[in-house]
T-cell receptor
Framework: GDSVTQMEGPVTLSEEAFLTINCTYTATGYPSLFWYVQYPGEGLQLLLKATKADDKGSNKGFEATYRKETTSFHLEKGSVQVSDSAVYFC????????????FGSGTRLQVQP | EPEVTQTPSHQVTQMGQEVILRCVPISNHLYFYWYRQILGQKVEFLVSFYNNEISEKSEIFDDQFSVERPDGSNFTLKIRSTKLEDSAMYFCAGGLLGETQYFGPGTRLLVL
């Protein structure tokens, strides 16, 4: 079945450090890929998405590139801030009409001042 | 900016009791979803709802669960007879014809 695998957390970084959170997927067909973020006490917010191979999604300094050859969608940010501390979820939707998101297990990021 | 809201934020119930979790999606959304996250585990899809009927459900969504949109604004998830393993965070989401789903803040359900 379809699945998303994320690196385990927590990831602890100092402010202004470079961030990478790895995400790989297994899917039949051609999925769209997403990163959602959950700040403490809040719901899931869409951070960025990419709908086809080689697309790059970006938002708030975060980027992720849809790599079909490695079935990956790694999240990166060049300089993290304390306010980026949250749980990050990688997810996919297939293009076959199914509308449900399949999520990874989430990666907690802690940024220290 | 419009938001998805959910009530209550927390609910504690006894095993075997019925619970109703409520969601108010963004008004122009057409597709609605419930997901849950058991503590420490993945966010899991439960059910999707479109045009006043269930369009898809997962194996988790058994006969103990039901959904309805009674008045065109609220979207509810009912668990008829709660079990200990129903303890989780329940998220409501909605969207238009497309892929982006907008999530509510969740209801934390604890079954004792």
């Amino acid at each position: 079945g379809d699945s998303v695998t994320q690196m385990e957390g927590p990831v602890t970084l100092s402010e202004e450090a470079f961030l990478t959170i790895n995400c790989t997927y297994t899917a039949t067909g051609y999925p769209s890929l997403f990163w959602y973020v959950q700040y403490p006490g809040e719901g899931l917010q869409l951070l960025l998405k990419a709908t086809k191979a080689d697309d790059k999604g970006s938002n708030k300094g975060f980027e992720a590139t849809y790599r079909k050859e490695t079935t990956s969608f790694h999240l990166e940010k060049g300089s993290v801030q304390v306010s980026d501390s949250a749980v990050y979820f990688c997810a996919l939707i297939l293009d076959t009409g199914r509308r449900a998101l399949t999520f990874g297990s989430g990666t907690r990021l802690q940024v220290q001042p | 900016e419009p938001e998805v809201t959910q009530t209550p934020s927390h609910q504690v119930t006894q095993m075997g009791q019925e619970v109703i979790l409520r969601c108010v999606p963004i008004s122009n959304h057409l597709y609605f979803y419930w997901y849950r996250q058991i503590l420490g585990q993945k966010v899991e899809f439960l059910v999707s709802f479109y045009n006043n009927e269930i369009s898809e459900k997962s194996e988790i969504f058994d006969d103990q669960f039901s959904v309805e949109r009674p008045d065109g604004s609220n979207f509810t998830l009912k668990i008829r007879s709660t079990k200990l393993e129903d303890s989780a965070m329940y998220f409501c989401a909605g969207g238009l014809l497309g892929e982006t789903q907008y999530f509510g803040p969740g209801t934390r359900l604890l079954v004792l």
